[in-house]
């Protein structure tokens, strides 16, 4: 039997559209001699639909691209995709995360998924319910009946010793042992995470070893709001070795033969990309998507000359392409000569047109307005302020007069403690380094100027060779020149000190007592959770932050901001 793994990339509620797309891989497939197309988990819908699973004009509309689907598809071939199916008893939840099994003429439910995340940025327990079967198709093709272990995403993730923290509930691969499938398919919609493409390997070959046989896993790619999915799917043998192996960051379709599985299309290089090409190409395939699916053409952002900004402005170009992406350069009396050449610079490696507005007579009139309620002028933090809002307010207007995506340019180490202004650096519609902490773009800066980036460099439209960040930049103290001679290190721990605490504070859990008891200073402990919780509403306000890492400040951080 030859498969064919459609690594799609779905708009969210687009049902006719997504359909259009299925039905194109599976006419493509078909010229390739497939007999089964296998797609991501709800590939109708797109992952997640959230509160657009409730909605009863689009639960019809996926009836009918079904039907449409069972109509158009190919003689011969049959296609395993991911659906939401209701369960008709008027019960909440009413609907199953379900597979269907599409075929010239007809459809039928095949599979419905047994474990529900509801952690972190999943919540299909509000949605769903949980199956309590294991599922076996059998499939009659090339002579043969192949019996097809079925399984859906979180059925996967079962083996403690890789996954400690598994869902509790049963395992979906044990109870396939007894009914001994010929091949264990997985569908997907698993987004990025560090180093989640190598544990979705062993996840894989783990199930291969307990079944004995091969397992197929199918990942959606592309980015939907904050959450960016990688792709990457690929079949594990029964031993766990990798046969096949699809594209990251974009779409892929494979060909998998069961019988001989160098007659398909995958016989690619199974290692993964390095992990900064893989955190690069993530990062622009979500800004692109984001942009592309809320209908924007263009981009515009902030460029002050630091590294943060640097970073957004080429994954920017990457992703848009450098002609759709602007720069406004908005200096102030306390910007350094060396910021504004830095950030001209930068833009004529990259490409992309800047303009440059100085916001002296703006802080001035400020001044002057603000002199008479205060009964004197604005000073200290209230002035540093004002200039972030100066410039945040001449970036809005000019998006808005554009129609451009402003994007915002904070990390996450500055979001975490609340080393920004809301309604002034904050504004944007998209945080595009926000789950990065800033010893993460330092190194990932590093190795986009590196010769170990040329292949990557050369690929998303760069040069491949030189500088392309710029060592003036990377080299430069962090520092938001909102006063004379001002440094991140006045108001903030170095980075390098910082980050670890705020990883082991926001990913870990951990208190100020267990990181005392690690070695940390007492004094620092406290003062670095103090300023996490005082910046919770700034962070309630903050443009989607694309998620990168375990925990990012988006839809799966559900903090009080009132509270101890």
């Known amino acids: 039997m030859r498969l064919a793994l459609a690594q799609i990339n779905p708009l969210v509620g687009d049902l006719a559209g997504n359909g259009a797309q299925l039905l194109a891989a599976c006419q493509a497939a078909a010229l390739q001699g497939a007999d089964l197309v296998v797609a991501p988990e709800l590939a109708l819908w797109g992952y997640p639909p959230r509160d657009l699973l409730l909605r009863p004009a689009l639960r019809q509309r996926q009836q009918e691209v079904l039907e449409r689907l069972a109509s158009d598809l190919p003689e011969g071939l049959a296609l395993l995709l991911g659906v939401s199916e209701p369960a008709g008893d008027g019960q909440q939840p009413d609907l199953f995360n ?75 691969v044990a109870e396939l042992q007894t009914l001994q499938p010929d091949l264990l398919i997985n569908l997907s919609a698993s987004p990025f995470g560090d180093g989640k493409a190598q544990l979705r390997r062993e996840l894989a070959a783990a199930a291969a070893r307990r079944l004995h046989c091969p397992v197929v896993y199918v990942n959606q790619v592309g980015g939907n709001d904050e959450l960016v999915f990688d792709g990457g799917s690929f079949v594990a043998a029964a031993s766990g070795r990798i046969q096949c192996q699809l594209a990251f960051a974009t779409p892929d379709l494979g ?17 993964l990309p ?40 080429a994954i920017a170009a990457a992703a848009l392409g450098p002609d759709n992406v602007k720069a406004l ?26 303009h440059t507005v100085p916001i002296e007579a703006l802080m001035t009139s400020f001044d002057t307005a603000l002199t008479p ?24 207007a000019v998006a808005n007069q554009q129609g451009q995506l402003l994007l915002a340019t904070g990390n996450k180490s500055e979001l975490a403690v609340g080393y920004c202004t809301l309604y002034g650096d904050m504004n944007g519609g998209l945080a595009v380094i926000g789950d990065l902490y800033k010893t993460g773009v330092f190194s990932l800066c590093a190795w986009l100027d590196s010769p170990q980036a040329t292949h990557c460099r050369q690929d998303l439209g760069f040069p491949p ?20 001679d001002q440094q991140d290190s006045d108001s903030l721990p170095d980075y390098a000190v910082l980050d670890p605490v705020l990883q082991a504070l926001l990913e870990e859990h951990q208190s100020p007592e267990e990181l005392v008891t690690s070695g940390v200073d007492r004094a620092m402990a406290d003062r670095v959770m103090q300023l996490l919780r005082r910046a919770e509403f700034k962070r309630r306000q903050a443009p989607p932050v694309l998620k990168l890492g375990q925990r ?9 901001i009132a509270a101890a």
Not at 274 to 279: A, G, R, S, T, W
Request: proline residues 8%.
């Open 98 to 172: 379900s597979a269907a099994l599409v075929e010239h003429g007809d459809w039928r439910i095949v599979a419905r998924k047994r474990l529900l995340p509801s952690y972190d940025v999943f919540d299909e327990q509000r949605y769903f319910r949980p199956a309590d079967e294991p599922y076996l198709l059998e499939l009659e093709r090339g002579g043969q009946c192949w019996r097809l272990g079925l399984t859906i995403c979180e059925d996967l993730w079962v083996e403690e010793e890789l996954y400690p923290q598994r869902l509790l509930g049963a395992d979906p």
């Open 255 to 271: 060909i998998w033969d069961t019988t001989t599985p160098a007659r398909g299309s995958c016989d690619r290089a199974a290692a």
């Open 274 to 313: 390095d992990p900064n090409e893989l955190l690069l190409r993530t990062l622009v395939l979500g800004v692109r998507d984001y942009a592309r699916k809320c209908g924007f053409g263009k981009a515009l952002l902030g460029l002050s000359g630091g590294i943060d900004s640097a970073l957004v402005a």
């Open 329 to 354: 350069l908005m200096p102030s009396p306390w910007s350094s000569p060396g910021s504004i050449n830095d950030s001209l610079a930068l833009a004529n490696r990259l490409g992309i047109a800047t």
């Open 373 to 396: 309620p205060l009964s004197a002028v604005p000073e200290g933090l209230t002035a540093e302020n004002l200039q972030s809002r100066i410039r945040g307010t001449l970036l809005m």
């Open 465 to 484: 060779n030189g500088e392309l960040i710029g060592l003036a930049i990377r080299d430069k103290p962090p520092s938001a020149e909102l006063r004379p």
């Open 552 to 560: 990012s400040f988006g839809s799966g951080w559900r903090m009080p």
